[in-house]
Structure formats: structure tokens, C-alpha cells
């Protein structure tokens, strides 16, 4: 933890908020403390934050959470200000400046905004100033909704290349079973990689918040990915942060497991899938073992409607996600490829068939 410079603190609504759902003073006040500890030595902080609706929720005296898509973006409207206020005068209690950013999906699965995005929080940590960075709730929609804030906060630790990222929350990190079904269950301290049976342990979504251990563990595969550690630990302890940054061992540490270049983890984790291509045993296995790109040949279905540039899911012949990456076809195109080698496209297409996602812009994520 000495070595860290730069880190990523996602806050999650469970762990500002009161059983009530009302906003908690004391706790938003005992993370500020520990941003005043971190900055102290000399590390950059961004506080990737939800709870804009649920601080709207209660300046507008609503009893819960609105369903609807209209009025959640109204609600997130009063509560962005209301939650940008606390955060800038507790902050600035302690000389420190506060900044907003708010994003949608489309500003990280854009490249020229995701870059735009980037030279915007790298200045702000030249000018000492802590980015507040939220979703743009009031204007998203289910299509360009991150749905919550663990993978935006993945995304923007890959961005401003933090050293670690620590996804607050209101459990005590990654159990090998519900810890509120089950007493006996047990913290996992360490994971080394993600695999399928530690993405099984992920749990359900709160009523204030979206976010559930499925897609916290989520966001720390995306960000080991890219040479990001993580830690997932109990927001609600008023010490989690310094004793992370103190070398102990609060929640599950998620070790950094590569460092998959920005355009491909953007690729593989920012942009939204369009459709899908389904592959035979012999592309699977010259994807994750040789680093190939995708051939048509290997292909064996095509499903969802994309256009050449956008992103697809490349899916095993066991129905499995095992990379994404941006289509070279159309989906039209691409249906009429599939299953055939070089000279068969010439001979349907009248030119030179492509590679249906080249390795370039290819990203596997089994």
C-alpha cells in the first residue's frame, strides 16, 4: 500500500445512508476524514459516489424510491446539488476543493468523450482538487445506464490509471455464502483471479441502490484487468480506507491480474454490446490460447442487428462470454460470411473477406 499514488473510492448508497435511507452526516463525514488521511500522503483521490436519488428522495419527502424512469431523473436532479453540497462543505472544512463530473454511458463508450473524460480528471488532480464523479442520472436511460456505480467506478480507475480501487459497500467484503442467511459463512481475504465459481458468490441488489456483490465482483475483474488491485470492504466502518492505506486487511483484496491496454479495456468493459457471434471450439480455443483474431470461418451464428465499428459479444459453443471486440460487418454481412474461409468470401462478395473482429480490437475477458 505504500506504493499507491492514486486511487479510486466508490461509495455506495448503503454505506451514506442511514436504515432509513435518509442520508447519514456521520458517515459521509467519516469518509471525508479518511480522503483528508489519504491525500495527506500524498495520494490522488477520486470518489466515484452514488446517492443522488436517495438525497433526492428525502428533500423531496418522497416515502421510497420512484419506479419510473421520469421521476427517478427528476429526483436525481434535487438530489445531485443536495449530495455536491455536503460533499463540497465537508471537504472544504478541511482545505480541500471538490469538483462534479458527471457521466452517462455514452461518454465512456465514445472514445473522443472517454478521452475527453480523462483530460479533464487528470487536470483536476494537477489543480489538488478531489473529482465527486457520479452517473448522470437525469439524463440516462436504461439503454445508456451503467445500472450502478461499481463498474463505472472500474472504468474510471482504468482511466486516470489508479493503483488501487476500493469499492465501499455495507457488508464486509466477499463471503463464501450470504453472511445474513448463513453466520457460518466465511470472508474470502484473497482472490487471485476471477473465476467463474468466485462470479457465482455475487449476491442480489438492495432496495436503495442497484449494486450487488455480482457486480462489484464484476468491477474488480475489470479493473485487475487492466493492473488495478481492489479491495471490497464495509463502507459503514469509519476506519476501512486508513487501515487499507495502513497495510491491513479489511474486506477482499482482488489482485491486479495484467494490464490490458485503455483501448481494449474500453472495448471490453465501456462499450455496449449490440449483438452477438457464437463460435466453434477451434476459434474459442485460437482466441484465449493464441491471441488470433476472429474469422469468419469460425463463426457459426449471428444474432442482434450491428452495424460495422460496433461492439459484439464472441460467445463459446458453450454458450459462454469469452471476449468482445468491434465487428469488421455489418450484421447482414456477417450472417453471410460465417463458416466461410477466405477464397469463399472472394467468391460471395466479389472481394477480400476480413477478419469478422480483428485482434486488435478484440478483448478477452474469460
Known sequence: MDKVRRMVIKVGTATITEESGRLSPERVKALATQVFAAREKGIDVALVSSGAIAAGVERLGLEARPMDVETLQAVAAVGQGVLVRIYTDLFAAGGITVGQVLLTQHDITHRQQYLNARHTLERLFEMGVVPIVNENDTVATEEITFGDNDMLAALVASLVGADLLVLLTDTGGLFTEDPRMNESAELIKHVERVTDEIADLGGAAGD????????????????????VNTVIADGRVATTITDILAGEEPGTFFKASGKVASKKHWIGYARISKGRLRVDE?????????????????????????????????????????????????????????????????????????????RDELTVLD
Open 208 to 227: 436503495m441502490g442497484l449494486g450487488g456483490m455480482s457486480s462489484k465482483i464484476l468491477a474488480a475483474k475489470a479493473a485487475s484487468s487492466t493492473g
Open 282 to 358: 477451434g476459434a474459442a480455443r485460437a482466441i484465449l490460447e493464441r491471441g488470433k483474431s476472429l474469422l469468419p470461418a469460425g463463426v457459426v451464428a449471428v444474432e442482434g442487428e450491428f452495424d460495422v465499428g460496433d461492439c459484439v459479444d464472441i460467445l463459446g459453443p458453450d454458450g459462454k462470454l469469452i471476449a468482445r471486440g468491434l465487428a469488421s460487418y455489418d450484421s447482414r454481412e456477417a450472417a453471410g460470411v460465417m463458416g466461410l474461409r477466405s477464397e469463399e468470401i472472394l467468391e460471395e462478395l466479389g472481394e477480400k473477406g476480413e477478419e469478422m473482429v480483428h
